[in-house]
């Protein structure tokens, strides 16, 4: 997630995890120069949707909070960073 | 355990430097479809395929989707279609039956390429290679997804001049069946010395022989990754310059091997190989002469290019390797004019010419590949263009290829637009002096004394 910061962000995007039945698992943010960037690590066993459905939502979110929010496999980043 | 930094280095990759996986290629074996009735072969044919890869299309998007990297191309590639065709097609009609059902088969499953209409004839032609290659500028001009290549030479058997004179005659017959379209068909035609079984880019993908009865194969991308990083490292020395080469190419083809095993796992299909190829688009920064700029070359094309491009190719590779289990295709930098608009306009103002492309074929993993030349260009300079492009192949044991296109009723400095991919560029200027008593001799070039290995 990048975006203008602001009170309220990363509580939206938790509410909306929770509300979904996802697990978050691990989170790293920073901010600098009023920018905020956030990962999270999120565990999506028990949630009912597709990846598409997880995009088109967190899409939403984003809107609302005024940020870019990705989901993406995990393994993309351990299969380019990691030997 | 994932790093910030890390998770937005992909995810800038993908949004600002055009990282993408170019394609994933099914490759179909068409041997057991083999029938001497045609209505039989071609029924057979598009069964096969159109079971085989109905998932195909599908299944690459998903993976796209969840991973975050689009996958640009879905494609089929098949069993040389000269085989196949052998014991039905007693006429060049024949043949382009065969072409209209991998066509009608490939629109079917939604690829929007078939690779294999194709005869390997490096050392002679049967009657069905001969059939199929003479059928080629009607068959590319009736179907719109059927890519056709044709190997002309290899190390081991030397080059069949025949067949590179003949191909000198049926790239000009593309050229005119298509000229409506500036001579479209033949952007999807072909010519090879050593071409390999597993290449998954078009137009020049077909099933080998030695294959499995179906595999993946995939192509990864990333010349505007490449650029971008080597934006980082301006004016240092080579040693930094290559490791920032392997790095990224590392990187890159990790995305290429997660990719090739995750579609070979939910079509239930085996993982053929991973080519390591940098293939440009006209998409602006999605280009090799943007890296050969960023290495210090003022345009692609200026002395200094070659060296380049050896460093290119050789540090994609000695990256890539490691990265992937299985590596293959053609695997390098692909140097192909209209589809990489720099490229195209370093052709332009005169900094790239004919020549100084071939001498860039001895180092990277293709050929002279989609240049527009005027389309009074005579078939026996075409001939002889193609077969100087097959001795560099055959003599330092690579593959080498040519895809011109003669635009029929433009010359020089005038303008050809093909679409999409295959981009756009202006004609280039073509050495005027004669080559037909050389072409003309008919015959084979024997293979390189250092072929002889055994």
Redesign the interface.
Known sequence: M?GKDKVGIIATVCNFFAENNINIV?L???TSQGFI?M?M?VDTDLYKGS??DL?KGLEAVGAKVGCSI????????????R? | ????N??????NMVAQENLDVRTITMGISLLDCIDPDLDALCDKIYSKITESAKDLVRVGDEIG?????PVINKRISITPAALIGGAACKSKEDFIRIAETLDAAAKQVGVNFIGGYSALVQKGMTQADRLLIESIPVALAKTERVCSSISLGSTKTGINMDAVRLMGDIIHDTAMATKDHDSLGCAKLVVFCNPPDDNPFMAGAFHGVTETDKVINVGVSGPGVVKYELSKVRGQDFEVLCETIKKTAF?VT??G??FAKEASKRLGVPFGIVDLSLAPTPAVGDSIADIIHEMGMEYAGAPGTTAALAILNDQVKKGGV?ASSYVGGLSGAFIPVTEDKAMAEAAEIGALTLEKLEAMTCVCSVGLDMIAIPGSTPNTTIAGIIADEMAIGMVNQKTTAVRLIPVIGKDVGDFAQFGGLLGEAKIMPVNKFGCADFVNRGGRIPAPIHSFKN
């Open positions: 990048v691990d790293k943010q920073t960037n990962m690590i990846i598409e995009n990705k989901a993406q496999h995990e393994e993309i980043f351990d299969m380019m960073h030997i | 355990m994932v790093e910030l890390e998770v937005f280095e992909t995810v989707s969840e991973f975050g990297v990187k990790r995305v091997q997660l490691m």
